[in-house]
């Protein structure tokens, strides 16, 4: 189907007093939407393979440290989000300076870019040649733009985008930033050019604020993200939802059309459990899997066709403060595997329960399988090590300590064929009325955890008589921002 054409909304089975909703994952969109569903009278189960609940914006835990898979700011002009993260966590918020920057060969730069710290930095020849490559691009733009290349060329210059965009996005997606389509850069580059830099820069107009990546401060769970899905889930307890741990689903079963239970392999075998609604976050990939010869060849075959970025975080627990301000520093520098470093004494304190010491988060990109992925732990500690050596962002005799936490199926992919594939995997699944995917892989959309809750929040309310189109989410840049919703139903959770 061609992706230009505007589909017909997908019907929602809607929901009836007491239904039984299975659902799969125990991230931000599966327990949003159970969360809220538990409360206006329907039967939640939540299922979770592994033993940690937040999925990728889970905080793992080691000796008393705790550290994120990836950086996770609480930051969303999407009213709901707002409201839903104060209802679970209250009090517990704190509020962080951000500040994160760019390391290319030796130096800093200010991240999102400004115009003139990025060409004073480079130096004069460098920008003339960049300001001339930019001047180039705004007179002769490439008529296509197709991939993440031609779109980040025209608006910042071919020059900049070799230096700053595409080794690292390269080094993050493992393929070329030909194969990547243009679509992922609007989603997260929206609405930056080296022009509106410059005029940012030069403070000479004020709607920065509308740019979401412009944020000075952002609010933060005291002990991390995984204290937010944590406490959500002891509170969807509390009203009598039922989170299973270590129920990895392995099949959903369909009749007549419509999904009536799921089955789960357990730590004593596998179980089976009915229900009136499945809500999935499981890859795309694995839940075309699940549902096995139930759907169609072809929707199998483009499944399969779906691919995911794997990503690990070496912790590293050093003898030192005060290492660097940053939240996170991005690697831009070659001849380093390491891709992002983050400092969790700067997000928040409590993260790190010795005085004197600082965690580092070394994050690494990698494909399940390859040589990175099935590097032990000690290599990995080794490898992470040295790296912060020869960066020069820290002794590296000053670690005392440090673990490894591997995140498969951490990005979905938008390569050149994804969409696709996509498409023909949704041209079955908008066929099944109670099968409601949401949430980052569940939808195969690199969206954040903001936008994933939205998606979970929209299906909960369909469900209930609303008409959202769950798949618009972080499309539009005027809707990604402004969040112009249409109204609730009136049986819609609030959390205010």
């Known amino acids: 189907m061609d992706s230009s054409v505007k589909r017909k909304p997908h019907p929602v089975a809607p929901l009836r007093p007491a239904d039984r909703v299975l659902v799969i994952g125990g991230g ?3 327990l949003t939407a159970a969360y809220l569903l538990q409360q206006v009278g329907a039967k939640v189960t939540v299922f979770e ?6 999925g990728i914006s889970q905080t793992a835990q080691y000796k008393g440290y705790r550290f994120d898979i990836g950086g996770h700011r609480f930051f969303t002009k999407v009213e709901p989000v707002e409201r839903f993260w104060h209802e679970i966590l209250g009090p517990e918020f704190i509020s962080v300076p ?7 060969r030796g130096k800093y730069f200010d991240y999102p870019l400004k115009a003139w710290n990025a060409l004073s930095g480079l130096g004069p020849l460098e920008a003339v040649r960049i300001l001339c490559s930019y001047a180039a691009a705004k007179l002769r733009p490439n008529p296509v733009e197709e991939n993440f290349e031609q779109w980040v060329s025209n608006r910042f210059g071919k020059r900049l985008y070799q230096i700053f965009f595409k080794t690292y996005t390269e080094k993050v997606w493992g393929i070329p930033c030909t194969e990547i389509r243009a679509e992922w850069a609007a989603q997260r580059i929206q609405n930056l050019s080296l ?3 410059v005029i940012n820069a030069a403070s000479i107009q004020r709607r920065s604020t509308k740019i979401k990546s412009l944020i000075n401060e952002f609010q933060y769970p005291r002990l991390g993200p995984g204290q937010m899905w944590e406490t959500c889930a002891q509170k969807l307890a509390n009203i009598g939802g039922v989170v299973h741990m270590h129920h990895k689903v392995r099949s959903i079963e369909l009749r007549d059309g419509r999904a009536v239970a799921v089955r789960c392999l357990t730590k004593e075998g596998e179980r089976r459990f009915e229900g009136e609604h499945v809500i999935s976050t499981m890859p795309v990939r694995s839940l075309v899997r699940a549902l096995g010869d139930a759907a169609p060849a ?3 075959k483009a499944a399969e066709g779906l691919r995911y970025r794997d990503f690990l975080v070496v912790a590293l627990i050093l003898e030192a403060e005060n290492l660097f301000t940053d939240n996170w520093i991005y690697i831009h520098t070659p001849g380093v595997k390491v891709g992002r470093i983050q400092n969790f004494n700067n997000w928040s304190q409590a993260m790190v329960p010795e005085p004197g010491r600082t965690c580092l988060g070394l994050e690494y990109f990698c494909f399940e399988g390859d040589g990175l992925w099935n590097s032990t732990d000690e290599e990995l500690v080794a490898l992470a090590q040295r790296e912060l050596g020869e960066l020069g962002l820290a002794d590296p ?15 979905p992919i938008y390569d050149s064929e994804y969409r696709g594939h996509l498409d023909r995997v949704r041209d079955f699944i908008d066929g099944i009325d109670n099968l409601h995917p949401v949430g980052r892989n569940g939808m195969h959309k690199y969206n954040n955890q903001d936008h994933s809750m939205l998606t979970a929040m929209m299906v909960a309310w369909n469900m209930q008589g609303a008409a959202h189109d769950v798949w618009d989410v972080n499309t539009d840049f005027e809707y990604h921002e402004e969040q112009r919703l249409e109204a609730q139903p009136a049986a819609a959770p609030r959390a205010d």
């Open 49 to 54: 393979g592994t033993g940690m609940l937040g």
């Open 397 to 411: 005799n000053k670690v005392v300590d440090g673990t490894v936490v591997r995140m498969p199926k951490a990005y």
């Open 298 to 300: 072809e929707t199998r």
């Open 195 to 197: 022009a509106k830099a």
């Open 98 to 104: 951000r500040q994160s920057r760019i390391h290319y």
């Open 28 to 30: 931000p969109a599966g």
